[in-house]
């Protein structure tokens, strides 16, 4: 039976692809950029999440961790990620339930039934399911045969992808896809790699040959404050995605709803307290996209 590391499974979603959707998200991811709004989407692992809020410093996890992975540290309860095995001992013993797992591991049944539940709601809006993580790629195996499970109900199905996959990989996979939402975080190599820990032009390679299959792609770029945000990123991004005769471009305006996670990580966040962009904060660098011929919205 096969199985995949899942951590969230979002019904009634209305914006990743379109019509009604169900989102299913993917534990793990190649890229760790800085502005992650999925931060326990970048482990492989499951883990553990301290809501300190709720915490009152019994330290009964600290005791009864089998593996001693958790520590007080400047009056605050520590996870070491590195020797955590997601046991739930602490999170079973703790007695404000302080303490919770990220992740977990689904069948290819157990989803498909699960986005079924809804296949009224698809069929009426034009929706469907949208696969996303992380980077529901990195687990090729599992998505293949939830892709073919799916389909045999003649569901419409989207991907969210970052396009770093090995080519070949990337090649057997994309095609399976109704809709591929494809991400673009920097147009320069050496600014990808600072924001993301990889550079680019797997990713572009990658894009380029999608777009010259004729795939149904969408490609996203987040407008991320102090990073990708001035109208010269504006205009090279342009400049590099009208080379590659790109038709449909989205921008996502920064914004903060995953800060908290990294508290509830133990992690710290490059982009804590900065401040989030909105539609009418882009209208100058959309128009830019626009000038230049390109089919671009926010």
């Known amino acids: 039976m096969k199985e995949g590391t899942i951590f969230n499974i979002q019904k009634f979603s209305l914006h990743d692809g379109p019509g009604i959707r169900t989102t299913v998200f993917f534990k793990g991811c190649p890229l760790k950029c800085l502005w992650c709004a999925n931060p326990e989407s970048q482990s492989f692992e499951k883990q553990i999440l301290i809501d300190h809020d709720q915490c009152v410093h019994c330290l009964a996890c600290v005791h009864t961790c089998p593996n001693h992975a958790i520590h007080v540290i400047d009056h605050m309860i520590k996870i070491d990620h590195h020797h955590c095995t997601s046991c739930l001992t602490c999170a079973n013993t703790c007695p404000r339930h302080a303490l919770s797992i990220e992740g977990d591991t689904k ?178 660098y959309l128009e830019v996209f626009i000038e230049k011929g390109l089919n671009c919205y926010i």
């Open 107 to 284: 069948t290819i049944e157990e989803i498909t039934n699960l986005c079924l539940q809804d296949i009224d709601f698809y069929e009426e809006s034009g929706g469907g399911v949208t696969l996303s993580g992380g980077e529901a790629m990195s687990q090729p195996f599992f998505l293949k045969e939830l892709v073919s499970s799916l389909k045999e109900h003649k569901i419409h199905i989207a991907i969210e992808t970052t396009g770093y996959i090995n080519d070949t990989l990337f090649k057997e996979l994309a095609p399976l896809f109704d809709l591929i939402l494809f991400d673009i975080k920097h147009h320069s190599s050496k600014m990808h790699k600072v924001g993301t820990g990889v550079s680019n032009e797997l990713i572009l390679s990658n894009l380029k040959w999608a777009l010259e299959q004729k795939l149904n792609i969408i490609i996203r770029i987040p407008v991320i404050p102090d990073y990708n945000d001035s109208l010269d990123d504006a205009r090279q991004f342009a400049d590099t995605l009208s080379h590659l005769q790109a038709n449909q471009i989205q921008l996502l305006p920064f914004h903060q709803y995953g800060e908290k996670k990294y508290e509830l990580l133990n992690l710290s966040y490059h982009y804590k307290n900065k401040k989030a962009l909105y539609e009418e904060d882009l209208k100058d």
